[in-house]
């Protein structure tokens, strides 16, 4: 079977109702991105909980899939009148042939080498090197597969970190990436919360993936009070991969589980929400910027 894509040039008045439309008609999926992607005048938007909604791009392009034999035409003067236009938008049509779904998307999906000792690998490939620690991780339902260059920032601050013997929290697991990083580069507990059930069911799955044995590593969606909680803190290590509003209201919760001493990673933050996120946590950590990539940053502190 083959499919046909119809991609259309509109504007962010009509490019909602415009989807809608498609989807009525039969479109089996449609799609609505910046027209103007991986070029110089690329729009970024970013929203985080709790803030407004950034819009839509000034010039979107929408992309609708539609079966083989579909009479686009008669599908385009449809969507035109249903969304209020006068006539229909630019557009074009390709064709998208019958395909091994699953080999081209895990073609998208190869090994990445965080250090000189620690790589993240998809199941179906390869191991790279043998020698070094290989974390086996596929694209799943949770955030996390090492390709964010905010999970990248925190799998190379654990793998320095951690010496050997630290009990760590994961604040916001995911996939489990980190977690399971931290142990396989020497941590002697991890607890991983996510308040997202699927995200610790997949936790589950990927740390019995790593042969991750139960006694060490443990994933719940609440958060409670471990040993030595009262005497400041049980964890020597914090790390949470969220984004800056999160980051901000959990500053609490976050700063009572370190011990006095022990260290604080945050990331999920844009550079330019770095100082904000900082403030939150600087009566209680000395903060840091820690390192950057791609206009995310890593920000890190030690508990006083």
């Given at each position: 079977?083959?499919?046909?894509?119809?991609?259309?040039?509109?504007?962010?008045?009509?490019?909602?109702?415009?989807?809608?439309?498609?989807?009525?008609?039969?479109?089996?999926?449609?799609?609505?991105?910046?027209?103007?992607?991986?070029?110089?005048?690329?729009?970024?938007?970013?929203?985080?909980?709790?803030?407004?909604?950034?819009?839509?791009?000034?010039?979107?392009?929408?992309?609708?899939?539609?079966?083989?034999?579909?009479?686009?035409?008669?599908?385009?003067?449809?969507?035109?009148?249903?969304?209020?236009?006068?006539?229909?938008?630019?557009?074009?049509?390709?064709?998208?042939?019958?395909?091994?779904?699953?080999?081209?998307?895990?073609?998208?999906?190869?090994?990445?080498?965080?250090?000189?000792?620690?790589?993240?690998?998809?199941?179906?490939?390869?191991?790279?090197?043998?020698?070094?620690?290989?974390?086996?991780?596929?694209?799943?339902?949770?955030?996390?597969?090492?390709?964010?260059?905010?999970?990248?920032?925190?799998?190379?601050?654990?793998?320095?970190?951690?010496?050997?013997?630290?009990?760590?929290?994961?604040?916001?697991?995911?996939?489990?990436?980190?977690?399971?990083?931290?142990?396989?580069?020497?941590?002697?507990?991890?607890?991983?919360?996510?308040?997202?059930?699927?995200?610790?069911?997949?936790?589950?799955?990927?740390?019995?993936?790593?042969?991750?044995?139960?006694?060490?590593?443990?994933?719940?969606?609440?958060?409670?009070?471990?040993?030595?909680?009262e005497h400041g803190g049980w964890a020597d290590v914090v790390v949470a991969n969220i984004l800056a509003n999160p980051l901000i209201m959990?500053?609490?919760?976050?700063?009572?589980?370190?011990?006095?001493?022990?260290?604080?990673?945050?990331?999920?933050?844009?550079?330019?929400?770095?100082?904000?996120?900082?403030?939150?946590?600087?009566?209680?950590?000395?903060?840091?910027?820690?390192?950057?990539?791609?206009?995310?940053?890593?920000?890190?502190?030690?508990?006083?």
């Amino acid at each position: 079977m083959s499919w046909i894509s119809v991609i259309i040039k509109t504007d962010s008045m009509h490019v909602e109702a415009l989807s809608d439309a498609m989807l009525a008609l039969g479109a089996l999926s449609t799609d609505i991105h910046d027209s103007a992607a991986g070029t110089e005048y690329e729009q970024p938007l970013f929203g985080e909980p709790g803030e407004p909604s950034a819009g839509i791009w000034l010039a979107p392009e929408l992309t609708a899939l539609f079966k083989g034999d579909t009479d686009t035409s008669a599908v385009m003067r449809a969507a035109a009148e249903a969304a209020g236009l006068s006539a229909p938008p630019s557009y074009h049509i390709e064709y998208v042939e019958e395909q091994d779904w699953v080999r081209v998307t895990q073609s998208q999906f190869n090994p990445i080498r965080i250090s000189s000792r620690l790589w993240v690998v998809p199941s179906w490939h390869e191991i790279p090197d043998p020698a070094a620690i290989n974390l086996i991780l596929d694209p799943g339902l949770a955030f996390g597969t090492g390709t964010h260059p905010s999970t990248g920032l925190c799998l190379e601050w654990l793998d320095e970190t951690l010496h050997g013997g630290e009990d760590v929290l994961d604040y916001g697991c995911g996939s489990g990436i980190l977690a399971i990083a931290a142990l396989k580069v020497g941590a002697r507990r991890v607890v991983g919360i996510d308040i997202d059930s699927q995200a610790v069911e997949a936790s589950r799955q990927n740390a019995r993936l790593n042969q991750c044995a139960e006694t060490e590593i443990a994933f719940h969606t609440q958060m409670t009070d471990q040993a030595g909680a009262e005497h400041g803190g049980w964890a020597d290590v914090v790390v949470a991969n969220i984004l800056a509003n999160p980051l901000i209201m959990l500053a609490p919760i976050l700063t009572h589980a370190v011990r006095r001493g022990g260290s604080i990673a945050l990331s999920g933050i844009l550079a330019e929400q770095a100082e904000e996120v900082m403030q939150a946590y600087r009566q209680s950590h000395d903060m840091h910027i820690a390192r950057n990539r791609e206009g995310w940053v890593l920000l890190t502190g030690t508990r006083k």
